[in-house]
């Protein structure tokens, strides 16, 4: 194997973090996955040989538990992240304070590579409040380590996505399709992409200290994205336009919903479309060629077709 470098990956058992976790394990690393619930990251273990993969205690609120888990790495990849706030000032502890101070403990270890895991839409003048404290955090990296790495991603899809997953349920019980912000346009980048991203950076495939914006290789409104899901999840189901006003509404009532499926800072950030920069760096400049939305997706979301895939009318 190429090193027994110790990387460390905070958020590590979650969506992305298994697809990152299991190609640094490949290449070699010795994989801390810093969560607040390692148990939750023991299925993990297999993916590298006996003492390869560690889950380890670390809250990004707590110096002391952090410290600790970059102590030693040379790798620091951060994903931990939050839709929508449990209580306010969530988005401000999660993804400014925490990667601020991770990044602080990192460069005071010696880590040698940090990546930032953002998001498309992080911008200080953003509708939403979660795209404001993505560029927070973004500028707390840059201020405690400059040659870290910023990716930042548009919607990721992948079979444990949380995106088509979502509409795929809600299409087999609900006979309609609601669409909020149908012209919003987005990029929707493979989970398996994104973690090839992280790799190359980690092996040094690209310059430290820079900005990548990560989308797939088609660009589709909100709108045509459903339309297409619905096709191949052979149901009918007629896509009815939200107005603004009664969205607001609705999410303001969700909010309070467990799981809060929708919410006003999650309309707020479907105000803006969600696609690569002009000129901006992207998958391509890190070697990596983007998987299409129709090669990945209906394999998985076959599930949702009646009768669980086995029946082929439209219904």
Excluded: C
């Excluded at 958020?11 to 390692?38: K, N, Q, T």
């Excluded at 988005?91 to 460069?107: D, K, N, S, T, V």
């Excluded at 380590?145 to 996505?161: C, H, K, M, N, W």
């Excluded at 189901?237 to 467990?258: C, K, N, T």
Aim: aromatic share 6%.
């Amino acid at each position: 194997m190429a090193t027994r470098s110790v990387a460390t990956v905070f958020g590590g058992s979650g969506f992305l973090g298994r697809y990152i976790v299991r190609r640094l394990a490949a290449d070699g690393h010795v994989v801390r996955v810093a969560v607040r619930h390692p148990a939750n990251a023991n299925a993990l273990r297999p993916m590298g040989r006996v003492g390869q993969v560690v889950p380890t205690y670390a809250s990004i609120d707590d110096e002391a538990s952090v410290a600790r888990a970059v102590a030693g790495s040379s790798i620091v990849v951060n994903l931990v992240g939050i839709l929508a706030e449990a209580r306010k000032g969530d988005f401000q502890r999660m993804h400014e304070e925490g990667p601020g101070r991770i990044a602080r403990l990192a460069a005071a270890s010696g880590t040698a590579r940090l990546v930032q895991m953002s998001a498309i839409g992080a911008d200080p003048e953003s509708p939403s409040a979660y795209g404001r404290s993505k560029a927070g955090g973004e500028a707390a990296v840059r201020a405690a380590f400059p040659g870290a790495t910023i990716l930042r991603p548009s919607v990721v899809f992948g079979p444990e996505d949380a995106f088509f997953n979502r509409f795929g349920a809600m299409a087999r019980l609900s006979p309609i399709m609601p669409v909020f912000s149908g012209d919003t346009r987005l990029q929707p980048v493979y989970v398996g992409d994104v973690a090839d991203a992280v790799r190359a950076v980690v092996q040094e495939h690209a310059p430290a200290g820079g900005l990548f914006e990560l989308g797939g290789p088609r660009v589709w409104s909100f709108r045509e994205l459903l339309a297409w899901m619905l096709a191949q999840m052979h149901r009918k189901r007629p896509l009815i336009d939200v107005p603004p006003g009664l969205a607001r509404i609705q999410a303001a009532f969700l909010e309070h919903v467990p799981g809060k499926p929708l919410t006003r800072d999650q309309l707020a950030m479907l105000s803006r479309d969600n696609v690569v920069g002009d000129g901006t760096a992207g998958l391509e400049a890190l070697g990596i060629v983007a998987t299409p939305v129709e090669l990945v997706v209906p394999a998985y979301i076959s599930r949702y077709r009646p009768g669980g895939g086995r029946k082929q009318v439209l219904e």
